[in-house]
């Protein structure tokens, strides 16, 4: 399978810190397990895992706005919508082949991205939330507007047929789409760890710290902030696109507020800033929820926030924080002690 | 160094994966279904926007265990699992799977919303599981064509809106309609149900006016509507604007025959707040019998519907009509299994569902009944016409049908 080019991307992901041979390994296995698990998995659990990678892309997405360029989103299940509704759009009238709208996704949104960003320059911190948060609003609205109604199908949405995998492969839809979605997952995660260590990088965070600073440095804060916003959407149409084709179905009850909320607990949940945390907050989106309704679910509501406030009191910085903390643990218990 | 090792057995998994999906292809007929149980699966909005139709799957499961508790259905013990998807059709999409593939349930049942019904149509069919029963008014859950497996239950919206157009040939042919309506399926619905009522009188219509659920308020297209000159106002609008639209036509003092959509019939959430004297004399339609209408003080249905939610749901709202709801097209299932006893199968069940014929419910008034055939997935299309007396609902005339042949 496509173990090559994960591993190195893992090798890219090593930012220069010491533990970095124990980081490698540790990407290493998680792809592995990841690659190994749908081979013993029911095709139902494979479908929740496949959701659980495409809520991760979208949250990768998320967190190159938030995480290293500092600027906040509550409207990121807008783009989600775009991106679902152009592959939906291209599939069931231009006919196209579900593999070539996830590029056309990417384009759409990373424009509506950058379109979006550019008025949203003058906005700051909570301001800004509170803008992409009306985007959030809008956009199930602006679905059902009838002017698009013919593309859009409306309230009644549109229903996508799956693909089957291709070349006679062996493998069950739920397996095939779920491979496929690792794959365009690894290969945006290797972009991203890249583009966070490259000059590009070092720009957005430069500006997220002290934005007078990176101006002084001659970083045009302008183009970096819309380019960054841009991206982000773009991670997030092309997770859009991806959840369309496996849910098979588009509708505008599907992209509520309520998405943009659950990315951006996932993001909190996974560690603001740490990429990989993007999985573990996709595995919240997905699974705590159906805890919370096991425990009761009259009160699924109620036990899913206690949860959330359970981790934000437990782990404040998210996933990223405590993984930070448990290696620096060990590290300073492996080494004698003076240091510190 | 076990690389070998691991791709044999990936290979060999994966053998054995095909082979099991092959397996599980060939549709097992008697899934969720042994000799002493049937497990039932229902999806429903305990949390999010739509959390108050929960009262539907918990009167759906207290009456599944008060048929449990009088022995179950053909000697076989009701499993009813049900699972929240916050009214998401992606979430409903995966809740549906976990029923069918992991709990493996016999059918889904109940299941509520337009959108999230919608997004598991296709794949219930290719599972040739029943879908039975969902909870909407979209005309589109009876295509037997289509989708053999698939079944409404409530009159829907375009059967409601032929009704009216019924009542008004028979009875104000020379009316001049003014429509006000939602623009979305819902209200679409309801307007080429009046349509195609009205047939090639459909020029009855004069005017018609949408509002999206977005406007603040309904008053300018109230004065669009009265300024067309029409006496006929047909509402249809969720409660909130159905009020507002009652409203001002008094305000305006636009004195028109009024006809409401069940959807809003409510008295506290639409005529109380539109004003007792403005609504005197609208007309709407229902198919449920009120549970607050002291006519039915005495009636046998009544009684046993009390009965039983004062012994399985007593924390449920009995002003409320989801606890009707609920129980009637529990009885409704209830009907279906028995009728299904000698074959006792997927299709059998959905043989048996597309073969009720006159079959009464408790909760039903005089004379509206369940009717299904081969290809006609509708199973309640009578209406019963009720108008306002300033107080409550009064029943008025004979029940109308409104199904396709009359």
Redesign the interface.
């Known amino acids: 399978m496509s173990v090559r080019e994960e591993s190195s991307a893992i090798t890219a992901a090593g930012k220069p810190v010491s533990r970095f041979g124990a980081r490698n390994w540790a990407g290493i296995v998680v792809v592995l397990v990841l690659a190994?698990l749908p081979?013993?998995l029911?095709?139902?659990?494979i479908?929740?895992l496949t959701?659980m990678l495409i809520y991760a892309i979208a949250i990768l997405g998320l967190n190159l706005l938030t995480g290293i360029n500092g600027q906040f989103s509550l409207g990121h299940g807008a783009f989600y919508a775009i991106g679902a509704y152009t592959a939906a759009i291209l599939m069931e009238d231009a006919g196209l082949a579900y593999g070539w709208t996830l590029p056309a996704a990417g384009i759409v949104c990373f424009l509506s991205g950058f379109l979006f960003g550019l008025p949203a320059l003058r906005l700051e911190g909570i301001y800004l939330a509170l803008a992409t948060f009306g985007l959030a609003v809008a956009m199930p609205?602006f679905l059902?507007l009838?002017v698009i109604e013919p593309w859009t199908g409306?309230?009644?949405?549109i229903?996508i047929t799956k693909p089957d995998a291709p070349f006679g492969l062996?493998?069950?839809q739920d397996?095939w789409l779920y491979y496929f979605t690792l794959v365009v997952g690894l290969l945006l995660y290797w972009f991203a760890v890249n583009l966070v260590s490259s000059r590009s990088g070092r720009a957005l965070m430069a500006i997220r710290d002290n934005p007078l600073a990176a101006r002084a440095m001659g970083v045009n804060n302008a183009l970096y902030k819309s380019l960054a916003f841009g991206v982000s959407a773009a991670f997030t149409g092309i997770a859009g696109a991806l959840?369309a084709i496996v849910?098979?179905?588009v509708?505008?009850?599907?992209f509520?507020f309520?998405?943009s909320v659950a990315l951006f607990v996932g993001l909190v949940v996974g560690g603001v800033g740490w990429l990989p945390g993007a999985l573990v907050g996709g595995a919240f989106v997905?699974f705590v929820?159906n805890v919370a309704?096991h425990f009761n679910?009259?009160l699924?509501?109620a036990v899913?926030g206690v949860i959330l406030i359970l981790l934000i009191y437990l782990m404040p910085t998210g996933a990223g924080g405590l993984v930070r903390k448990v290696a620096d643990f060990i590290g300073r218990r492996m080494k004698s002690r003076p240091d510190r | 160094m076990t690389r070998t090792n691991s791709r044999l057995a990936?290979l060999g998994?994966?053998?054995a994966?095909?082979a099991l999906?092959v397996v599980?292809a060939s549709a097992d007929e008697t899934t969720g279904i042994t000799d002493k149980t049937i497990k039932i699966g229902n999806i429903m909005p305990?949390?999010?926007?739509a959390?108050a139709y929960?009262q539907i799957a918990k009167t759906d499961a207290a009456y599944m265990k008060m048929l449990n508790d009088n022995g179950g259905v053909c000697g076989r013990q009701i499993e009813f699992i049900?699972?929240?998807d916050?009214?998401?059709?992606?979430?409903t999409?995966?809740q549906a799977?976990?029923l069918?593939?992991?709990d493996q349930v016999a059918l889904i049942f109940n299941s509520l919303?337009?959108?999230?019904n919608?997004?598991i149509?296709?794949?219930m069919n290719a599972k040739k599981t029943p879908q039975l029963f969902v909870a909407t008014g979209a005309s589109?859950f009876g295509d037997p064509e289509h989708f053999p497996w698939t079944m409404g239950w409530q009159p829907d919206y375009v059967s409601e809106g032929k009704i009216y157009a019924r009542y008004l040939l028979k009875n104000m042919p020379d009316a001049k309609i003014a429509v006000l309506y939602q623009?979305?399926?819902?209200g679409k619905d309801y307007l080429a149900g009046l349509k195609a009522g009205l047939g090639d009188k459909a020029s009855m219509i004069v005017a018609e006016q949408p509002y999206?659920?977005?406007d603040p308020t309904v008053d300018s297209q109230m004065v669009n509507l009265k300024g067309s000159g029409a006496d006929v106002f047909f509402n249809v609008a969720t409660p909130k604007f159905a009020a507002q639209a009652i409203k001002k036509a008094a305000e305006l003092g636009w004195k028109p025959a009024q006809l409401l959509n069940s959807v809003s019939n409510s008295v506290g959430a639409v005529l109380k707040p539109a004003g007792f004297e403005a609504s005197k004399g609208v007309i709407s339609a229902l198919y449920l019998k009120d549970s607050q209408d002291p006519q039915w003080k005495d009636d046998e249905g009544m009684k046993k519907w009390n009965a039983f939610m004062d012994k399985y749901y007593p924390d449920g709202d009995k002003n409320s009509s989801f606890t009707v709801y609920g129980y009637s097209v529990s009885q409704t299932l209830e009907k279906v299994l028995e009728g299904a006893c000698d074959d006792f199968t997927h299709s059998g069940i959905m043989k048996s569902a597309a073969n009720m014929k006159n079959v009464d419910l408790d909760l039903t008034p005089p004379g509206i009944q369940v009717n299904t055939s081969a290809t006609d997935f509708y199973p309640l299309q009578d209406m019963q016409l009720i108008k306002f007396d300033g107080e409550r609902w009064q029943p008025f005339g004979e029940v109308v049908s409104g199904a396709d042949t009359q």
């Not at chain 1, 409306?154 to 949405?157: F, I, S």
């Not at chain 2, 916050?86 to 979430?91: A, E, L």
């Not at chain 2, 919303?113 to 999230?116: D, E, F, Q, R, W």
């Open positions: 190994a081979l013993f029911a095709n139902f659990t479908f929740q959701m609205q059902k009838s409306g309230v009644q949405g229903v062996p493998l069950s397996q959840g849910v098979q179905f509708a505008p009850d599907s509520t309520f998405l997905v929820p309704e679910k009259a699924a509501g899913y | 990936i998994v994966l053998a994966a095909t999906t599980a305990y949390s999010g926007p959390s929960s049900s699972y929240d916050g009214y998401s059709p992606p979430k999409v995966e799977r976990k069918v593939e992991s919303g337009t959108g999230t919608t997004a149509q296709k794949y589109k623009n979305d399926d819902y999206e659920t977005s």
